[in-house]
């Protein structure tokens, strides 16, 4: 099965990502958390993709397009995977729809997560990541069991540069300019399938699996 999680920053796509992709028994494709790794570990094209996403801005369909091409082509990827944060502009879905064809693929579904805007912003001022394991929490919502710690893995909570309120105005603007026209892309093509995820982690997830299941 081939899916795309669809939604502004904020929408819930990576806490809702890995627990589809695990369900599904799939694997988890997060364009931002390759790149966050990529970073991390110093790599070139990490460096390249860090002054993008630390300023809010996308990073250039090349770099974004070509690191999918390379993570879908592994093994693990046979059976299906779970695409969040891809695609994300015009570009980006039709050189995946070229992909796909040449293998032979398509997309099952685009689930979209539906949330208004001063609810993505609430959502992600509040937020922190754990700087080991990438779990995240929210300062009101969902604090951690002891203050500043992960309780998966116990390393340190921090506000990832692109949750500052700048980066954050600006990530907002370009989901709105380059991002938001995708919507009507896999409209036109019958596969989106839009999902209010403004409720509680557990009722998104239900809904999400109903329309999984219903995949199936
Ligand atoms: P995310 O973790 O999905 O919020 O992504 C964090 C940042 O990584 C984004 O704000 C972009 O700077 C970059 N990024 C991730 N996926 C893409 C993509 N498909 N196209 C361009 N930039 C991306």
């Given at each position: ?151 998966a893995c116990g390393a340190d909570l921090v506000q990832r540069a692109d949750d ?53």
């Open positions: 099965m081939i899916l795309v999680l669809f939604g502004p920053p904020g929408a819930g796509k990576g806490t809702q990502g890995a627990r589809i992709a695990e369900t599904v028994g799939i694997p988890n494709v997060s364009t931002g958390a390759i790149f966050r790794g990529l970073a991390a570990a110093g790599t070139e094209v990490g460096t390249k993709a860090l002054g993008y996403m630390k300023a809010g801005e996308l990073v250039p369909d090349q770099i974004v397009v070509d690191l999918v091409r390379e993570r879908i082509a592994q093994p693990d990827c046979e059976g299906g995977f779970l695409l969040d944060g891809f695609p994300r502009t015009i570009a980006q879905a039709e050189i995946l729809d070229m992909m796909l064809g040449e293998l032979g693929l398509s997309i099952d579904a685009v689930l979209n997560f539906d949330v208004a805007e001063d609810v993505l912003i609430e959502r992600l001022s509040g937020r922190r990541t754990c700087i080991t394991c990438g779990a995240t929490y929210h300062v009101v919502a969902v604090p951690p069991k002891l203050d500043g710690k992960c309780d500052m309120p700048e980066s954050i105005r600006t990530r907002l603007r370009e989901y709105a300019g380059k991002t938001a026209p995708v919507l009507g892309y896999y409209d036109a093509k019958g596969s989106l399938k839009s999902i209010d995820a403004v409720g509680s982690p557990e009722d998104v997830f239900a809904s999400v699996t109903a329309i999984v299941q219903s995949l199936a």
